[in-house]
């Protein structure tokens, strides 16, 4: 069964970092983009990063210059480092997954496999 566990969320100060980490199990994801969403309490869930097969990055306007998304296929593993936090990060992160190799990389129902998600909270 595929899995996606994230990892690496808590409270920061604004202009503090945090990395996240998501691993997954039950199946390889070395061919398939992944990527990283956050929703904040009464929010829509938004799309924050995400990374090709190929290793090619694509980050949200509002996480550009700040987050950094990185993969390792060999730990199957999806990371997001998280730089110059702002109190409007303030959202729970989850990693996703979808089912084949290409396309809209930035819709959430694009992705089919789910973490759990993890807090992030940036106080001021």
């Known amino acids: 069964q595929v899995q996606l566990v994230e990892s690496g969320g808590g409270l920061v100060q604004t202009g503090g970092s945090l990395r996240l980490s998501c691993a997954a199990s039950?199946?390889?994801?070395?061919?398939?983009?992944m990527a990283w969403f956050c929703q904040a309490p009464g929010k829509e869930r938004e799309f924050v990063a995400a990374?090709?097969?190929?290793?090619?990055?694509r980050y949200a306007d509002s996480v550009k210059g700040r987050f950094t998304i990185s993969r390792d296929n060999a730990k199957n593993t999806v990371v997001l480092q998280m730089n110059s936090l702002k109190p409007e990060d303030t959202a729970v992160y989850y990693c996703?997954?979808?089912?084949?190799?290409?396309?809209?990389?930035?819709?959430?129902?694009?992705?089919?496999?789910w973490g759990q998600g993890t807090q992030v909270t940036v106080s001021s």
């Open positions: 996703a997954a979808p089912e084949g190799p290409y396309g809209r990389w930035n819709q959430d129902s694009w992705y089919t496999y």
């Open positions: 039950g199946r390889t994801f070395s061919n398939y983009a």
């Open positions: 990374i090709s097969w190929l290793g090619s990055p």
